[in-house]
């Protein structure tokens, strides 16, 4: 290294983008079907355990078998949980923190997406899970991307206030993941 010369460090940034759409259960499925609420916000917090999964699924390390700590998070076995709780997010937590308002739902056909290659556009995953009429009817005040309906690993956690779900709706939330 010449005199003057400066090592430089590359950083790397967890992003989240996530979006709820709110859907009258008659409108959900219908062609042009236009949501009556849509939230979107940037954030969440990786959990020490999520991003210890990852570590050890790209050393080779990751396993089909569902609901264990390092189960894949694809199609199988990924899952959207949300929850009632207000208690703050902590890299910590393996679990959402509601103890009886909460919910796992796998998978919509085709999530999670993510497209293979080199251009900029494939340092994204993104996860979706719809919430139908009789799922999750209680305030959402939690979600969290997991590797199994139940058990496994939380990737990450968000807290906020997203409203009460009622069975007259059904609800959509796209979480879109980045590392740039």
Partial sequence: MSAGSELKHDSILWKAAWRLEKYWCADLGQPGAVPYDVIER?????????????????????????????????????????????????????????????????????????GDGTASTNATIVFRSTFASGDANFAWNEWGIFNGASGGRMLNRKVEALGAKTSAAAWTLSVALTLA
Wanted: proline share 3%.
């Fill in 42 to 114: 940037e954030g969440n917090l990786l959990m020490h355990g999520g991003a210890s999964a990852l570590w050890q699924m790209l050393i080779g390390n990751g396993t089909a078998s569902a609901g264990q700590p390092l189960t894949y998070f694809n199609a199988a076995n990924a899952y959207l949980g949300v929850g009632d709780s207000t208690t703050a997010a902590a890299a910590t937590q393996t679990d959402l923190q509601a103890t009886t308002n909460k919910l796992r739902k796998a998978m919509d056909s085709s999530f999670p997406a993510h």
